[in-house]
């Protein structure tokens, strides 16, 4: 096999790896302002489908008319350099969605998120263009029976290039240098090959092509990398990129916040001066009483939290029920080492799992006074955690009188997340319960919903308050007194089969973004 052979089959390998790991990189770019929804994915998914689609056209068509090894080691080159500049066009335009999502406008949020997957057009439709040239080239040396089996291979060695482009930026690249190092490592491997092949072609003539690399280094050093994402308000402690999760630390005033991916939640709150954060999180406290009375603080012996993120329910449940057992699943490391370092997440009694929270409870041998969910947050909705046959096994792992609780959210008049998960809760619970912690000037606001294992009665909670006597417990339970309200009127069930989670979580956001 000649060194040219050799050179071009570098050359399709080294395509395909580039073209897949720059659709993933794409969708961590993305992910800090637009998250990683099902709905970004397949916006992402098929505009990348789409321009693959008019390189392989244009590279087939361009390759009978100059099937030229230099021509193919030009398409490479200018692709590498666009795929390295593409990250220091993406951040300005990717800032200005912070805008949109702070005033909640369709037509920005719309015109950055198609602004820079645009911005991919042209590298991704030129890598579309390998493999048909690749084929018109091997072909001058081969006869024409032997053209499926040329065709073949070539293919076969871009699709294995594209393996490894599929798993090398998620497992290895963007988790240890980010996400513009790992698009500028793509950039470099695919113009280290097309430099190559342009030496061996051009010789002399090929020098000005160095001027590529030296406008990536350039860019490298006049730019260089800081704040992935600027927090609009207070201080960024600490931001990574982990293999599932864009992380933010934040601090605001006594409080140190959680945020994720697009940050348009918080997800923990840590105040090392207060045991309630004023959320949601408080009126987890609360689920256990609305089982029959007398039942008392003393009762509640166990918790397995599901989404346990950085740690504020298990710090909440250790201050008013002691050192109970807690196992807290949380399926990203990377989260729950950031829980122990900024968030104090050192309970002695807090075992925190990092593994998917239904592979948890399926596989955990033991069974919970109270198993919380905190996995819910728009867009970012696990469908499996959300359906008849998860719950059915959340029941088998409660104690006698144990309770389900979930964080769930709701717009101003938007209750359809809420009502599908009590409405499958309510298939497997003999009675289900809202607490509602948002009113009508709330664009946004979370409601706790509890399903007991026991039939029990809405009252229950009043009378189980009246026996309270921590003081932090029975100031949330007073406060929720008044919003607590029965659910009787089941609608859509979820199921493994069919939970159209995101349909659901789709119209949740327009009524948000509409102010509804």
Request: charged share 15%.
């Amino acid at each position: 096999m000649t060194a040219k052979r050799v050179l071009l089959l570098i050359a399709v390998f080294v395509g395909g790896m580039t073209s897949l790991g720059v659709e993933l990189t794409a969708a961590r770019l993305l992910d800090p302002y637009f998250g990683n929804s099902l709905i970004i994915w397949a916006v992402l998914i098929g505009t990348v489908l789409l321009y693959l689609t008019l390189g392989y056209y244009i590279g087939g068509k361009w390759a009978d008319r100059k099937p030229y090894y230099r021509v193919l080691y030009q398409i490479t080159a200018w692709s590498s350099l666009l795929i390295g500049v593409a990250p220091f066009i993406a951040r300005p335009v990717l800032s200005w969605s912070v805008q949109g999502f702070a005033q909640y406008s369709i037509g920005i949020l719309a015109g950055s998120l198609l602004g820079v997957i645009a911005l991919f057009s042209v590298p991704v439709t030129l890598l579309g263009c390998v493999s048909p040239f690749a084929i018109r080239l091997s072909m001058a040396d081969e006869s024409v029976e032997s053209s499926g089996n040329v065709a073949g291979g070539l293919y076969a060695l871009s699709t294995v290039g594209s393996l490894l482009g599929t798993f090398l930026p998620v497992l290895i690249l963007i988790p240890n240098i980010g996400t513009r190092n790992t698009f500028l490592f793509l950039a470099f491997a695919l113009m280290a090959v097309s430099l190559a092949g342009l030496f061996t072609e051009l010789r002399a003539r090929a020098l000005p092509y160095l001027l590529m690399p030296a406008a990536l280094i350039a860019l490298i050093v006049l730019l260089p990398g800081g704040v992935i994402k600027p927090v609009e308000r207070g201080e960024l402690l600490y931001e990574t990129e982990s293999a599932y999760n864009y992380i933010q630390v934040i601090r605001w005033g006594d409080e140190t916040w959680l945020k994720l991916n697009e940050g348009q939640g918080v997800h923990s709150i840590y105040n090392p001066e207060a045991v309630l954060v004023g959320g949601i999180w408080d009126h987890f406290l609360i689920a256990p009483f609305f089982n029959n009375p007398p039942y008392t603080a003393d009762q509640v012996g166990s918790l397995a939290l599901i989404g346990s993120a950085a740690g504020t329910i298990p710090k909440q449940y250790t201050a008013v029920y002691g050192p109970i057992p807690i196992d807290g699943a949380e399926i990203d490391p990377e989260i729950i080492r950031v829980g122990r370092e900024y968030f104090d997440m050192n309970e002695p009694n807090l075992n925190a799992v990092a593994q998917d929270g239904r592979y948890f409870l399926a596989n955990s041998p033991r069974q919970y006074d109270v198993i919380a969910l905190d996995a819910y947050r728009p867009p970012y909705i696990p469908f499996h955690l959300t359906t008849r046959e998860f719950f059915r096994q959340a029941r088998d792992h409660l104690t006698e009188n144990g309770v389900v609780a979930i964080n769930a959210g709701r717009t101003r008049t938007d209750w359809s997340l809420v009502k599908v998960l009590a409405s499958t809760l309510k298939a497997e619970f003999p009675n289900v319960y809202l607490v509602d912690l948002g009113d009508n000037s709330y664009d946004l606001s979370n409601v706790l919903i509890v399903a007991t294992r026991q039939p029990t009665r809405l009252e229950n909670l009043t009378a189980n308050t009246a026996l309270m006597t921590h003081p932090l417990l029975k100031q949330v339970a007073e406060g929720s007194l008044g919003r607590a309200t029965e659910f009787t009127a089941p609608t859509l069930i979820f199921t493994d089969d069919r939970a159209p989670v995101e349909q659901v979580v789709h119209g949740l956001i327009l009524s948000f973004v509409a102010g509804q």
